[in-house]
């Protein structure tokens, strides 16, 4: 017995919907509503007008037709005409089409907002409701601009009945989230406080909502309705369910309301005012009584609506985060839903749990529950809430209990759900590192990963583990041990081989000792592997064998067979071929010496965040919230970075580095890795400066340019930047040209000045300015020489230098002032400064220069050409001697490592003569590759004298430079490497 | 807030649907994948679950499902008596609601939404409140 449609009876949707119902197929469905649609279109397209009725009838089959899925393309028309019927029931279905249907974008708005307008100023409020709850479906910008400045007045307008004040609250919400700046702001604001104190509950709980977006902008607006809605808050709470009757749902008075209010008061810090303070805690408790009362009803939904106050009253009591016994019985009331039968109920407390685990309060109360949650990681058979209850596990972990929690984790993922692996992975990974119990623990707990769910382990995870293990040397040698157990089991995940690999490449030396790894033992174990891996790791495992040739010489024969195999040396793959080839040179070429330089061992990587934190508050930003509160503990464990950065003798003898000829460095990964292991920041032979075999020929000609314009005068250097858009244009950096003043960021000195002395050192269509320089040991004169290209003179001409912060106590400038302070048209004044370098330092002296030029003042600001260099004299030494004082300067910070992509093509030439412009002495015949520059030189400081040998190595498939300084001082190893970076 | 109310029958069917934030992709995809999520969850799991960058907050009625998409502010229990709210006063007007109901007297479901929830925020919860207006239309119908 079909349900005849109540009030007035639609017959012909009646029989539509039931033929629907009554298709046996989609395709039998579809040829109904296409039916259906010609239908309606020729009823509307019709001479005949249709009555209303008529009209609400298809337009009640069109919304039927929407909701089965298909798009309506027409009847909007028809619908906005309902609009401005005055029948109440086809207004309604004007306007839920409208609302339902109709986007912003439609051409129609402007009629749809006339409508609107009409029923707004009618007397009828169920009419004014209706445009109401319209604007609040639809709110466009149009709309908004049109209608906000009416909405307020209703709200606050005493005449308005509350039906009407309800709707308006919600509907200049809308209009606020959809432009603010059409909302007037004015006297309102304040009385829309005042409706949180309302008789009407309606009007309260829409009022509460649109307090809490206002105040969320502008919190000091609205801040005395902290107190309004305490008090409000206070009369529901301790009401009984029989005060509030309407609004009592199942025993529960006004659930929904205390819920907004609870999370109004959220947006506001707790109240200073100790009488407004203890009363919003008296609800706070009260609502925490509550919870522990015999239920009034066993109904689901009296707990349910009661629970939901609680849970909101635990989220403000964990915002506030000052009260310590409520954080306490929050938590206690938590740990007993965490047992509860309500598989909703357990969720939510496993969810606002890990919140009270981040509170310094709270933290060793929620660990009391460790074992309900583990137990619920097991048993629980909704994976939601397994999920929450990883969630909960990871946040109360810390030092005491990581050690368990990792465990329980860790033989949970072996039958974890698919979906929350990789996550579960990360995080085992992050706790084993943060909370490591000891080195060897977190090896193993990272190898144990790989094992039980290898394709899960993301690269970020083991390059980690191999980071930490190349940074302890302590551990190194049972990593070896234990990756070579574990490479040992029948079926091994390929991030196993390649964790093996580059563990037992660089330490397998350390177990080499026991005849049951012994070298040949280590190789085959890992070339059992070789023809099961990706080219990846194939090309991981080549580096590794390169590396046995060095730590393993009695093996070499069968190692430079493996290299010498067709399968290798005539591979596909254009970088394993590559990688057999050239190690295979390189093994029977270089000599053991070159040969254990090529491949010391690796230095330690720099400390930074762990890559695998940063994967996982990308996956799940709500992470890093965590995160950020657990700095506030007073007692924050030191995590393994720390730790590390701490023990110097973590740190393996740094590496000297040398010739890397042109062959690939044994690089773990390949390219795509680099920036994972940090390598771009500099860990020395990890980066494969050659890895990128296929790197694009030549970056844009414009940059040759450059090169060629070095020592050519300024003008036309405008030219061929003009003709270079993509080289670097700050060649004349215009900074101050037309600004009248005011411009205090000092134009950015171009880095040809660092190796030439004379040029022009700015010039605009004023203005030019020429530098002649020279110096000797530790004192320099600068001529500056001010060209007024006008015919007009420059008035109040004055130039001052300064030399801001640090440089004022590192570098002594002082200035001629000049004869004249006018700059006559076309002529030229010279000024001298001289300066004395006392010690080392970064940044120029910055010469700043005012003028008047018909009436306006004129600011410049420019950098001297006066850099660290200028005061480097070359030194001359044979190779021995070059060795020898390379070695010694082995310490940490001494040296510095760039690897830089090139800026200028590579040319021998070139870089010859801007090294030995810089001031560096070459020492032709010490790097045994000839492509690459080794040179030496003495920094003449007043207070110090610093000695600087560098290394250049470029690489031209790459079209990328590696740059090696070391020098007796860290400072000025880290200046003069910045200085040349500019140069290539 | 709320970002859209579905309701969905057992074979897939959209009998209701409101929005209140444009849906980011194609309504009905999005709808279709809601919905199979959803009824492929068993009576013992959790009715809340993560859906792309928000939460579903559903509850099942007989063959009905009603299915609300809201953001990681909101409450979910207060979201899930919301539902039971909303069927009650579907019970209270139309006598012993059922599917059909809702698709004959579809401009009356929607209406009585409406007076619940606007904006994606919950408006009234007294239901004689809520019935009014749709009472003053009936009677000026009749």
């Known amino acids: ?984 | 807030m709320l970002k859209f109310i579905l309701l969905v029958n057992k074979q897939g069917q959209t009998r209701l649907a409101q929005y209140y934030e444009h849906p980011e992709h194609e309504r009905v995809s999005i709808e279709r994948d809601i919905i199979r999520k959803c009824l492929a969850r068993e009576d013992s799991q959790c009715s809340f679950l993560e859906y792309k960058n928000f939460k579903l907050v559903y509850r099942r009625y007989a063959s009905l499902y009603f299915i609300v998409g809201v953001d990681h502010t909101e409450n979910e229990l207060a979201i899930l008596e919301l539902i039971h709210n909303i069927v009650e006063t579907y019970d209270k007007y139309f006598d012993k609601v059922c599917e059909l109901d809702i698709m004959f007297n579809l401009d009356k479901a929607y209406m009585i939404l409406e007076e619940m929830v606007m904006n994606g925020r919950i408006v009234e919860m007294n239901q004689n409140r809520i019935l009014l207006p749709i009472r003053v239309m009936d009677q000026a119908a009749q």
């Open chain 1, 1 to 984: 017995m079909p349900t005849v449609a109540k009030g007035d009876a639609m017959r012909g949707l009646a029989v539509f919907i039931s033929d629907i119902r009554n298709c046996k197929s989609k395709e039998a469905e579809q040829k109904r509503i296409n039916k259906e649609l010609a239908n309606i279109r020729s009823k509307f397209k019709g001479d005949k007008t249709l009555d209303g009725y008529s009209k609400k009838k298809y337009v009640c089959k069109l919304l039927f037709i929407f909701l089965l899925g298909h798009d309506i393309d027409f009847g909007h028309m028809e619908a906005v005409n309902l609009l401005s019927s005055n029948k109440y029931t086809e207004k309604q279905i004007g306007y839920l089409f409208i609302s339902v249907l109709v986007n912003t974008e439609s051409e129609l708005i402007r009629l749809i907002i006339q409508a609107i307008k009409n029923d707004l100023f009618t007397r009828n409020p169920v009419h004014i409701c209706l445009a109401l709850q319209c604007i609040a479906n639809i709110g466009s910008k149009e709309m908004a601009e049109a209608l906000a400045p009416e909405i307020p007045k209703l709200i606050v307008s005493g005449e308005t009945l509350d039906a009407v004040k309800q709707s308006a609250c919600l509907c200049l919400l809308r209009l606020f989230r959809t432009s603010p700046e059409t909302v007037p702001s004015g006297e309102w604001t304040q009385r829309v406080g005042h409706l949180l104190n309302d008789q009407h509950l309606g009007v309260v709980t829409s009022a509460t909502s649109l307090i809490h977006t206002l105040a969320q902008k502008t919190p000091e607006d609205f801040r005395q309705c902290v107190q309004l809605a305490i008090s409000r808050l206070s009369r529901i709470v301790t009401s009984s369910y029989t005060d509030l009757q309407d609004y009592t749902y199942y025993f529960v008075p006004a659930p929904w309301l205390s819920v907004k209010l609870l999370r109004l008061l959220q947006v506001y810090p707790p109240p200073e005012d100790p009488a407004m303070r203890g009363r919003l805690n008296e609800c706070l408790e009260t609502i925490l009584n509550k919870a522990q009362e015999p239920p009034k009803s066993k109904k689901v939904q009296h707990s349910n609506a009661k629970n939901a106050v609680l849970f909101e009253a635990i989220n403000l009591i964990i915002h506030h985060d000052t009260e310590p016994t409520l954080l306490v019985r929050a938590c206690n009331q938590l740990g007993q839903f965490l047992q509860h039968r309500e598989t909703n109920l357990r969720y939510l407390a496993l969810e606002s749990m890990c919140l009270l685990a981040s509170s310094e309060f709270s933290h060793e109360a929620v660990k009391k529950h460790m074992d309900t949650v583990i137990t619920a990681l097991k048993t629980e058979r909704d994976v939601s809430v397994r999920q929450r209850a990883v969630d909960l596990l990871y946040g109360m972990c810390d030092k005491s209990n990581a050690e368990e929690i990792v465990a329980e984790m860790l033989s949970y993922l072996e039958t974890a759900d698919y979906s929350i692996r990789e996550e579960m992975v990360l995080k085992v990974a992050i706790l084993a590192e943060k909370y490591p119990v000891d080195y060897t623990w977190y090896v193993d707990t990272i190898l144990n990963l790989i094992r039980i769910a290898g394709d899960y382990v993301s690269d970020e995870v083991w390059y980690r583990v191999i980071q930490i293990v190349i940074n302890r040397d302590d551990v190194q040698g049972y990593a070896a041990k234990v990756v070579f157990e574990a490479l040992q089991a029948p079926a091994c995940h390929e991030n196993m081989v390649k964790v093996g690999g580059y563990i037992l490449g660089e330490f397998g030396n350390l177990i080499a000792g026991d005849q049951r790894s012994s070298p040949m033992v280590q190789f085959q174990l890992l070339h059992s592997k070789y023809h099961l891996c990706s080219a990846p790791t194939r090309g991981l495992l080549l580096s590794t064998y390169i590396k046995f040739i060095n730590l393993f010489p009695e093996i070499k024969g069968q190692l430079q067979d493996v290299l010498r195999n067709n399968n290798n040396l005539q591979n596909a793959d254009a970088e394993l071929q590559q990688r057999a080839i050239e190690y295979l040179q390189l093994s029977t070429v270089a000599s053991q010496d070159v040969l254990a330089t090529v491949l010391e061992e690796m230095p330690p990587f720099p400390e930074r965040e762990s890559s695998i934190l940063a994967k996982l508050k990308k996956k799940k930003p709500n992470v890093s919230d965590i995160e950020v509160k657990e700095g506030k503990k007073s007692s924050n464990p030191p995590t393994l970075n720390n730790s590390a950065a701490n023990t110097p003798e973590a740190t393996p003898a740094s590496a000297p580095v040398p010739v890397m000829a042109a062959a690939p460095a044994p690089a773990p990964v390949q390219s795509a890795s680099d920036d994972l292991l940090g390598l771009s920041a500099g860990p020395a032979a990890a980066v494969p400066v050659t890895n990128n075999f296929a790197a694009p020929a030549a970056p844009a000609g414009g940059g040759g340019l450059l090169v060629d314009v070095f020592d050519t005068p300024p003008a036309q250097n405008n030219v061929s930047t003009a003709l270079a858009p993509q080289a670097e244009d700050n060649f004349f950096n215009m900074a101050g040209e037309t600004a009248p003043s005011g411009d205090a960021s000092a134009t950015e000195l171009d880095g040809r000045f660092a190796i030439k002395n004379n040029g022009v050192l700015f010039e605009n269509e004023l203005l030019q300015i020429g530098v002649k320089a020279e110096y000797k040991g530790n004192l320099g004169r600068l001529g500056l020489f001010y060209g007024n290209k006008t015919s007009y003179p420059f008035q109040f001409f004055t130039p001052t230098v300064s030399c801001p912060g640090e440089l004022a106590s590192a570098l002594n400038v002082q200035t001629k002032p000049l004869d004249v302070n006018t700059v006559e048209g076309g002529a030229q004044v010279q000024q001298i400064i001289n300066v004395e370098c006392i010690a080392d330092f970064l940044d120029a002296p910055i010469l700043s220069i005012k003028f008047s030029y018909s009436g306006s003042m004129q600011q410049i600001n420019l950098m001297l050409p006066v850099m660290l260099n200028k005061f480097f004299e070359p030194v001359e030494m044979d190779a021995t001697t070059f060795f020898n004082r390379w070695k010694q300067l082995n310490s940490p910070g001494q040296e510095e490592q760039k690897i830089f992509k090139a800026t200028y093509p590579i040319n021998q030439d070139n870089s010859r003569t801007k090294l030995l412009g810089f001031g560096f002495g070459l020492l032709d015949g010490v790097d045994p590759n000839p492509d690459n520059f080794v040179g030496a030189g003495i920094i003449k400081a007043q207070s110090s004298q610093v000695g600087c040998l560098l290394r250049l190595e470029p690489n031209m498939q790459a079209q990328m430079y590696r740059l090696t300084l070391r020098t007796s001082s860290n400072s000025v190893t880290t200046r003069l490497a910045d200085l040349l970076l500019k140069l290539f």
